[in-house]
Each structure stands twice: as C-alpha cells, then as structure tokens.
C-alpha cells in the first residue's frame, strides 16, 4: 500500500507560477511510476504528467508540456509539480498518483487531491 498527500495547492493569477507537492508514505517509492492527473468541475479526470521511478523518463500532456514540471526526490518520498505561466484552463483538482506498471493512465493509488484556482 501506498498512501498519498497533496500540498501547496491555492488562488492564484494567469500568468503566475505555483507548485504542488505529493507526500508518499508505505513503501519504497523509487519502485513506483508516478503522475500528475487533474479534474475540472464538469470534466473528467484528465493525465498531466509522468515519471519514472528512478526520475530519468518524463512524459507530459500537450496542454502543459513547455510550462509545467515534474520531478520527485525519492529520499524525501516527494513527488513535485512545478506549474508555470498558469491560465485560467489549468484550474482543477489535481491529484498524485502512483503504480508500479501504469504510465499516463491506469494507476492503482491516488491522493485525495490539492485545489488550484487561477484567475482571468
């Protein structure tokens, strides 16, 4: 089992840049792919971001590939997303995740989510 905790999440204006952060707890996590996933009120979950277990393999939706950034420091059991250059169309919930086989879809742990708002 994998027990998962988003932070950092909060308001902020288009343009501006924010951070969130993914505490994991259970188990070794340099085993485990890990992701970015977000959801719009009225819209399904959708992928943001991925990495591998050891961090050298990245993969990003197009919305976000040149702004945002995913990394993790597997000693601190910490997953990051560094979000830049914010729109209005990045608010959602946004989620971590983790699995040991899944990649942009298809994981078997999830947190409970960190809020992100960004004003016009």
């Known amino acids: 089992q994998v027990q998962l905790v988003e932070s950092g999440g909060g308001l902020v204006q288009a343009g501006d840049s924010l951070s969130v952060s993914c505490a994991a707890s259970?188990?070794?996590?340099?085993?485990?792919?890990m992701a970015w996933f977000r959801q719009a009120p009225g819209k399904e979950r959708e992928f943001v971001a991925a990495i591998s277990g050891n961090g050298r393999t990245t993969s990003y939706a197009d919305s976000v590939k040149g702004r945002f950034t995913i990394s993790r420091d597997n000693a601190k059991n910490t997953l990051y997303l560094q979000m830049n250059h914010l729109n209005p169309e990045d608010t959602a919930l946004y989620y971590c995740a983790a699995d040991v086989r899944a990649w942009r879809s298809r994981y078997n742990y999830w947190g409970q989510g960190t809020q992100v708002t960004v004003s016009p």
């Open positions: 259970g188990r070794t996590l340099s085993a485990y792919n």
